[in-house]
């Protein structure tokens, strides 16, 4: 069993910055490309940036500038930096991943393994 699972998510000021973790774990094999999305209340689920294994990343146009993806392949986890945050931002962040799973002789993959969400409020 695989799971993925995220931290650091609260309450922060306009203005501020968060950083928000997510830690794969479980017979991990090897994870290829990492990601954040977020949904805020009555809207849907949206990119906010993914990196490939190989650290290339992708930002949405909304947090370009702003936020900073990266990630450790040896701790299977990936970070998301959020500076200047604004009150759209506000939303519960969820991690997802496709991961190789099992044992390297006999993997499975999941490439839309997703975690449990974070909440992140923002106060103006």
């Known amino acids: 069993q695989v799971q993925l699972v995220e931290s650091g998510g609260g309450l922060v000021q306009a203005g501020g910055s968060l950083r928000l973790s997510c830690a794969a774990s479980?017979?991990?094999?090897?994870?290829?490309?990492m990601g954040w999305y977020r949904q805020a209340p009555g809207k849907q689920r949206e990119l906010v940036a993914t990196?490939?294994?190989?650290?290339?990343?992708n930002y949405a146009d909304s947090v370009k500038g702003r936020f900073t993806i990266s990630r450790d392949n040896a701790k299977n986890t990936v970070y998301l930096q959020m500076n200047s945050l604004k009150p759209e931002d506000a939303a519960v962040y969820y991690c997802?991943?496709?991961?190789?799973?099992?044992?390297?002789?006999?993997?499975?993959?999941?490439?839309?393994?997703w975690g449990q969400g974070t909440l992140v409020t923002i106060s103006s």
């Open positions: 997802n991943a496709d991961v190789w799973y099992g044992s390297t002789w006999s993997a499975a993959r999941d490439p839309e393994l």
């Open positions: 479980g017979s991990i094999v090897s994870i290829n490309d």
């Open positions: 990196i490939t294994r190989g650290h290339s990343t």
